[in-house]
């Protein structure tokens, strides 16, 4: 079986520029497609670091002396390269979310498709799972999950239906949690809710939200002037945050003009939006939700 897919391979290298002497980090390894096509376009003295939280990943990694395969969440991205002596990069490139091993492996908890127990872990020796998240929360927290990153309009009836649940027993599998979930699931839109809940979960086991944040605020002492992020995002939130990012250099608000009214942000957009093909759609369907956007550091 395929490890990963990569979506929007050449668009996405392509967007790095590549330098065959520079050093360039894949940020979201899995298996290896993206990192194998830098590799591709690199010189010998070129460096190629990649980040992967997740074991399994490891089993892909890439017999190259150009290449170091990290096993660390990229919101650390400055604290392992500074460890590799490296402060300076030219290109950085990111395929956010969840791979395509990762949904069709069952006992991970990530499909719709599988029952399993409530996992959802990125890195399999986090500390917190989707167990934790459904059994643990307040109600209150489990409705602002649904309601921020699932964008679910009943997520305050979602909450106290599963708090109530609580009470008769803990929640342990997808099956379970299915169950308790099915007056919210009509027939006609029943994967497409699930599909939202799935995600709210997933997100706040993973922090999604908060390591992208913290990751694209180091981008900016990381990167050397012109050197490039190329980062694909898979739903609204991360899109929306990588599109401020890019045009202001912040997340909320506007950033400061000077005398004259000139801002300086740190980067510059390069091209527009960029999304799959029909024809890649249809070879590889996680591509169909893909954005990417590509910038320049200034």
Do not use: C
């Not at 490039?228 to 609204?236: A, D, E, T």
């Not at 510059?268 to 590889?284: A, H, S, Y």
């Amino acid at each position: 079986m395929e490890y990963h897919n990569p979506v929007l391979l050449k668009e996405t290298v392509d967007g790095l520029a590549i330098k065959p002497d520079g050093i360039y980090v894949d940020v979201t390894f899995g298996g290896g497609g993206h990192s194998k096509e830098i590799l591709k376009r690199l010189g010998p003295s070129g460096k190629l670091f990649a980040f992967d939280q997740d074991q399994d990943a490891l089993e892909n990694t890439i017999d190259d002396d150009r290449f170091t395969l990290i096993n660390e969440n990229f919101r650390f991205i400055k604290r392992f390269l500074r460890f590799y002596g490296v402060r300076k990069v030219d290109g950085i490139l990111g395929d956010f979310g969840v791979s395509s091993h990762q949904f069709d492996v069952a006992e991970r908890g990530f499909s719709t498709r599988f029952e399993a127990d409530l996992d959802m872990r990125m890195n399999q020796s986090g500390a917190t799972s989707a167990y934790n998240v459904i059994n643990e929360y307040e109600e209150s927290g489990l409705k602002t999950m649904f309601l921020e990153y699932g964008e679910l309009r009943n997520a305050p009836k979602l909450a106290r239906t599963i708090v109530g649940a609580r009470k008769a027993g803990l929640i342990k599998t997808s099956a379970q949690l299915k169950e308790i979930l099915k007056p919210f699931l009509p027939k006609h839109k029943e994967h497409k809710i699930l599909a939202q809940i799935y995600q709210a979960i997933r997100i706040e086991v993973n922090q999604e939200i908060e390591v992208l944040k913290e990751f694209l605020m180091q981008t900016e002492e990381l990167l050397d002037v012109g050197g490039r992020i190329s980062l694909i995002s898979y739903h609204s939130l991360e899109d929306r945050l990588v599109k401020r990012f890019i045009r202001n250099g912040m997340f909320e608000g506007e950033p400061e003009k000077d005398l004259f009214g000139n801002v300086s942000v740190p980067f510059k957009k390069v091209g527009g939006l960029i999304i799959p093909t029909e024809d890649e759609i249809k070879e590889n369907n996680r591509a169909r939700s893909a954005k990417l956007r590509i910038a320049e550091r200034i």
